[in-house]
């Protein structure tokens, strides 16, 4: 299979924060990595924030969004790190395109930096962002 191109993946993301505007049990999303900051090139690949409806469930979500990347997008393999509560699942599809989606609770979603742009929804005012724990860097 050939590599993703950059019309593939405009496409992808494209649907992806329709898909986020059309699920109840996401209340904001934001573009973040080099979408927000205007420094895509041929290599980019696609970073989603997705900040969870108060009521949803995070399993159930999970697997929704898990299962749409692997049946419509042809996700080879996904791997999650966390951030205190935040959960990031990264997926690399049989294209080579990398997929990073990551789930915050909603009384917690706000930038950790300054690639950050807001597409729905709301997010806090992030102040200073905290360095990881001890036990995230190891």
């Known amino acids: 299979m050939p ?3 950059d019309e593939e993946r405009e496409q992808i ?13 996401i209340a904001g999303a934001a573009h973040t ?10 290599w980019s690949d ?15 979500v999970l697997t929704d969004w898990t299962d749409r990347l692997y049946q419509k997008y042809q996700g080879a393999a996904h791997h999650d790190l966390r951030y205190g509560n935040t959960l990031f699942r990264v997926f690399l599809l049989k294209s080579t395109l990398q997929v990073d989606l990551a789930f915050w609770l909603h009384d917690e979603f706000a930038a950790m930096g300054p690639n950050f ?20 860097l190891i």
Do not use: H, W, Y
């Open 3 to 5: 590599l993703f191109t």
């Open 13 to 25: 993301r494209t649907e992806l924060v329709t898909s986020a505007k059309g699920d109840s049990r």
């Open 33 to 42: 990595g080099s979408a927000a900051s205007g420094l895509m090139d041929r």
């Open 46 to 60: 696609i970073d989603l924030a997705l900040c969870l409806a108060p009521e949803a469930n995070l399993n159930e």
């Open 117 to 136: 742009k807001l597409i729905l929804g709301a997010a806090k005012d992030s102040g200073a962002v905290p360095g990881p724990a001890a036990q995230d």
